[in-house]
């Protein structure tokens, strides 16, 4: 399978929370990293954790990371319409940094 | 302000004409790339480079090229071989060639026709 491979879509309401999920296969010791791309814009580097964490809070945004199953989930928590966008996860595939496919959030009002 | 810059923006050509792509940055990165991404699909490696004056094929090398005499710019030329070309392409850098975290341009949609 994919290096990196993500849920293609996820829709919730506003206010609610949003829950983006990734998995990968390389388990080397290092970064993994939430991009957010808008539309017809570059990606936008959003927040990362390191392999030997378990957790991350940023804000609204909160990463969590099981190794044991090489699951990383990105919560973003009171989702306002401003979310709407593509989330792509990215971690190492040897010595190079591989982006899942993208998931796309929809915010609806 | 550091970042990275693509230009242009939007760009139109005629089927059969070359067409360089620009991208500079000013992060002193060592290591630079170009994606290309097509509507509702994630990020495909064309080329990548770890360093001036060297540079490595990546997933979809076939129908570009690419130059970096200096370490601030990797243009890319999307040649009338590629077969499809038209898409949106991305800029990045990184600090080396570790999985570190990539920093990326605003992107130039090309449309050929």
């Known amino acids: 399978g994919e290096d990196v491979e993500q849920s293609l879509f996820l829709s919730v309401r506003e206010g609610d929370s949003s829950v983006i999920n990734c998995t990968y296969t390389d388990s080397s010791s290092t970064y993994l990293y939430w991009y957010k791309q808008e539309p017809g814009a570059g990606l936008q580097l959003l927040t990362y954790i390191f392999s030997n964490m378990d957790m991350k809070q940023d804000q609204r945004l909160t990463v969590l990371l099981n190794k044991k199953d090489k699951h990383l989930s990105l919560r973003i928590a009171d989702t306002q319409t401003g979310d709407s966008a593509i989330y792509f996860c990215a971690g190492p595939a040897g010595n190079m940094l591989t982006f899942g496919g993208g998931t796309r959030l929809m915010v609806k009002p | 302000d550091g970042g990275i810059t693509q230009s242009p923006k939007y760009l139109f050509r005629k089927e059969g004409q070359n067409v360089t792509l620009s991208c500079e940055q000013n992060l002193n990165h060592d290591a630079m790339y170009w994606y290309r991404q097509d509507p509702g699909q994630g990020l495909r490696l064309i080329y990548y480079s770890q360093i001036v004056n060297d540079f490595q094929k990546g997933d979809i090398a076939e129908g570009y090229s690419v130059s970096r005499e200096k370490k601030e710019s990797f243009p890319l030329t999307v040649t009338s071989a590629q077969k499809n070309p038209t898409a949106f392409y991305l800029c990045?850098?990184?600090?080396?060639?570790?999985?570190?975290?990539?920093?990326f341009g605003p992107g130039t949609r090309l449309t050929v026709t």
């Open positions: 990045a850098s990184s600090m080396g060639q570790n999985p570190y975290e990539q920093y």
